[in-house]
């Protein structure tokens, strides 16, 4: 949640226009706050530090430039930061309300995750769960992490960073992943009458998919009443994700009053929820299990109780802490899971492979869910692990996740990578920028080449008969085994980082992976799909910034039952 950025919603160049006009007195006082002292010439040295001010992306009108260049083409703008002055110079960018110094290449990047010490995304959460998930401002200090003056976290903070690893995490984990499956398999069984044997055209694959992967997801973590009890949870989710770049930007109501009203209706939902759960039982009170329906898993029923002890009574305040849980646990994950379907059905030998590679995981033989049977279950440890899969899930990240992952200079000023930071400064890397980077990936043969900006199945396979394969440019830094093609990411260290990294790696990855990769397995033994072969897949760059971007405009598909 520290990634921040504006983008367009569907409407083209007069949507812009009118946010630049509408936006003009807003934009005019944050650009004042910010330009105060922030000349661009005077930024490369500082007469009280031994190390030189990073330098700034020229632009021709201070703050707007960046802005209609941030809007019009995000990943543009970055990566021309990225290069001004060569890899491992952090380079300023300027927004309205949003000043960050753009850090690139691979050893930067390293130094931006390690250094845990200065650099910090505490203020930034604050802000967002404000922002975003309709905290009460009144009540946003009390999610302030709490420290000793010698810097170790109380006895409160040190039990919430153990349930997030224990909760997302070992046994936890697959208990996560078992429900997600029962649930994802319910829902596609009892839809049976929806598709059947003969083949029909639906309107958009990305809508088919997601809806039942968004309410699986939500049932996996708080159980089936979030959606009994709100039965468009879904629609509202998907509106209130459509603005929430607005929303962490911080625009004013007037400005988006719709965006407000959607993350409205998102509080309501949850706070329904809240009522009905604390109605029936209270957390204390349950017995250690792993999952029960009220709370759900494990992971939010505990969380709840670290809640009530932090202080944290109010009914808006604790609805946006689940909210932000429940936004955490959609908005990448189910997109990358459609993104994995589509880049495996729309290469017939790709699709062929990976059926067979999945039928080999299914526990349950001669299951048939396309037929009513509910019941399914997939070995998802040897599922994950399987090479070809792995490779199509970790191009399939690369490709399509694009976060700015965002910390703060919040304790002093420091020197990053020999350059002068001063304190409450910014820094940002982004995922998309080292993704692209030809220095450092692996792009095929010359007879048979990938570019970057493509999507190649086996981009992370290393042949050790091909010095070609595999993810790195430099064969050099490949461990080359004498064993068939296997999956690596090593050498990758500050380029491949659709989860951030360091301290604050996401502590969701593990099912994310899990809930992507089933997501292809359930519906790949439930259905045939048939695309288009002239399709060619494009990016939302609207969510340029924010992790994964969807896929752009609706994907027509023909569909059936998978016959046995």
């Keep these: 949640m520290d990634i921040f950025k504006i983008s367009l919603r569907r409407n083209g160049l007069h949507v812009l226009c009118f946010t630049l006009l509408a936006s003009g007195l807003f934009i005019l006082i944050r650009a004042l706050a910010f330009w105060k002292g922030q000349n ?11 190390f030189k001010r990073p330098p700034t992306l020229p632009s021709y009108i201070p703050f707007i430039d960046h802005l209609v260049r941030f809007i019009t083409d995000g990943s543009a703008l970055l990566s021309n ?15 309205p309300g949003f000043s960050s110094y753009v850090v690139s290449g691979p050893e930067a990047v390293t130094a931006f995750f ?20 309709g905290c009460p401002r009144h009540l946003a200090h009390h999610f302030q992490p709490r420290y000793s003056p010698e810097g170790i976290p109380d006895e409160i903070e040190q039990a919430i960073h153990r349930g997030v690893q224990t909760g997302l995490s070992g046994p ?38 997601q809806k039942y992967v968004i309410e699986s997801a939500i049932c996996t973590f708080f159980g089936p009443f979030m959606v009994s009890l709100n039965p468009n949870i879904v629609d509202d989710f998907l509106e209130f994700n459509s603005y929430i770049r607005l929303l962490f930007m911080g625009m004013p109501r007037w400005l988006i009053p719709k965006a407000y009203k959607a993350r409205q209706r998102m509080v309501e939902n949850i706070q329904r929820w809240q009522k009905h759960a604390r109605d029936h039982c209270e957390p204390a009170n349950i017995e250690d299990v792993d999952w029960e329906p009220y709370y759900g898993s494990k992971f939010i029923r505990e969380r709840q109780s670290l809640l009530t002890k932090r202080g944290i009574l109010d009914e808006m305040a604790r609805a946006a802490e689940n909210f932000a849980n ?44 396309s037929h009513g049977d509910s019941h399914m279950e997939f070995d998802t440890e040897k599922l994950c692990s399987d090479p070809l899969l792995q490779s199509v899930y970790a191009e399939t990240l690369r490709l399509r996740v694009a976060a700015l992952i965002v910390r703060e200079a919040a304790q002093r000023d420091f020197s990053f990578c020999g350059w002068h930071i001063k304190k409450n ?22 007879s048979n080449p990938h570019p970057l900006d493509t999507f190649w199945s086996h981009r992370f396979l290393v042949d050790p008969e091909d010095p070609n394969s595999g993810p790195l440019r430099d064969p050099k830094l490949k461990k080359i085994t004498n064993r068939d093609p296997y999956f690596s990411t090593d050498g990758l260290a500050g380029t491949w980082i659709p989860y951030g990294g360091g301290r604050s790696l996401c502590p969701g990855r593990h099912f994310a992976k899990r809930e992507i990769m089933l997501t292809t397995a359930v519906f790949l033994t439930a259905y045939e799909f048939d695309l288009d ?25 023909r569909i059936r039952r998978r016959l046995p």
């Excluded at 390690?114 to 998930?133: E, M, P």
């Excluded at 398999?185 to 083949?199: K, L, M, Q, V, Y």
């Excluded at 880049?343 to 039928?359: A, C, G, H, M, Y």
Aim: glycine share 6%; aromatic share 8%.
């Design 40 to 50: 661009p010439r005077d930024k490369t040295k500082n007469a009280t530090s031994q």
């Design 81 to 95: 930061a990225s290069k001004f002055s060569g890899a491992g110079v952090p380079v300023r960018i300027s927004l």
């Design 114 to 133: 390690k250094n845990t010490r200065d650099l910090s995304t505490t203020s930034r959460g604050i802000t967002i769960i404000q922002n975003a998930f």
């Design 172 to 209: 936890q984990l697959e208990v996560l992943a078992t429900r997600f499956q029962i649930n994802l398999t319910e829902r596609i069984a009892a839809s049976r009458d929806e598709i059947g044997n003969d083949w029909v055209e639906i309107p958009d694959l990305c809508d088919f998919v």
């Design 326 to 369: 429940l936004w955490a646990a959609n908005s990448n994950a189910v997109p990358a899971a459609i993104w994995f379907l589509i880049e495996t059905i729309r290469d017939i030998p790709l699709k062929n492979e990976i059926f067979q590679r999945v039928s080999s995981t299914l526990l349950t033989p001669g299951t048939d869910i």
């Design 425 to 446: 400064e910014v820094l940002t890397v982004s995922s998309h920028t080292e993704a692209m980077n030809e220095d450092i990936w692996g792009m095929g043969q010359d």
């Design 533 to 557: 072969p002239s399709y060619i897949p494009t990016v939302d760059m609207g969510h340029f910034g924010f992790g994964t971007m969807p896929p752009k405009g609706k994907i027509p598909c």
